[in-house]
């Protein structure tokens, strides 16, 4: 069993920037991958991002490509998402989750955080 514990959501201005940070905790796989998922109020849960743990290989959605950078750090067993030039439709929860392997897919992933909120204002 997998535990993640999100953190570092806030308020912020449109235009400005947040790290997301993903602690991971207990039994791992040698080879699993950390997703970024994201559900704003009224929709659906998106992909967001993900990478693999071992090789660092990364996907992005189109909507965040090039603003938001997801990395990991396998001594600390913490992933990150750098969120910049934040525009106001990325506000939503956002998600931490862990799975076997790298998709953008949700249901390839059957470990979940609590989430944590962003907003970004106008």
Not at 36 to 48: C, L, P, S, T
């Amino acid at each position: 069993q997998v535990q993640l514990v999100e953190s570092g959501g806030g308020l912020v201005q449109a235009g400005g920037s947040l790290r997301l940070s993903c602690a991971v905790s207990g039994r791992t796989l040698s080879s699993f991958a950390v997703a970024w998922f994201r559900q704003a109020a009224g929709k659906e849960r998106e992909f967001v991002a993900a990478i693999t743990w071992r090789g660092g290989s990364t996907s992005y959605a189109d909507s965040v490509r090039g603003r938001f950078t997801i990395s990991r750090d396998n001594p600390r067993n913490t992933a990150y998402l750098q969120m910049n030039s934040l525009k106001p439709e990325d506000t939503a929860v956002y998600y931490c989750a862990a799975g076997e392997r790298l998709s953008t897919y949700r249901g390839q992933y059957v470990s979940w955080g609590q989430g944590t909120q962003v907003t970004v204002s106008s």
